[in-house]
Every structure is written in C-alpha cells, then in structure tokens.
C-alpha cells in the first residue's frame, strides 16, 4: 500500500475521487476505460505510477490533459 503526504495525496486517491464523483464504481470505471485489470490493481494500490500512456487513457475518460495526471504523479513523487 501507498503511503501518502499529508498535504499531496497519491494519484490513486486523486482517481478514486474522480470516479466516485462521475458514479462509477472502479470495476465499470476500469472497464469503460478499457484499463488492464492488473495495471489498474496496480496503480489503485500505489504500486504502479501513473505514466503517460496511462495518463492519456484517464484525460480522454475525465475530459483532461493527460498532463494534469502526470503532475499528480509528479507532486506526489517529489514528497516523497
């Protein structure tokens, strides 16, 4: 499991906040965004990063950047 900075969350917490506010749950979530499901796995459990190829299927679904993805990551990554 992840740990998270108090004042920058993990990207996974980011995501899960983005799905929940759409309705979905992860399962249809991660199948309407055609994820893997073990690539999902790992990045929901903070064991996989969120990179570029990823951070492009989640700005189509979201209606984003993939950039904003990738500077989730980037923050949490530099609190570490």
Do not use: C, N
Request: glycine share 6%; hydrophobic share 40%; no cysteine.
């Amino acid at each position: 499991m992840f740990m998270s900075h108090p004042l920058t969350p993990h990207p996974a917490e980011l995501l899960r906040q983005a799905i929940s506010q759409r309705g979905y749950t992860p399962e249809r979530f991660r199948a309407e965004a055609r994820l893997q499901p073990r690539l999902f796995r790992a990045v929901m459990t903070g064991k996989r990063p969120i990179k570029l190829g990823l951070a492009m299927r989640l700005g189509r679904f979201f209606g984003t950047s993939p950039w904003v993805w990738i500077a989730f990551q980037q923050r949490y990554d530099k609190a570490l």
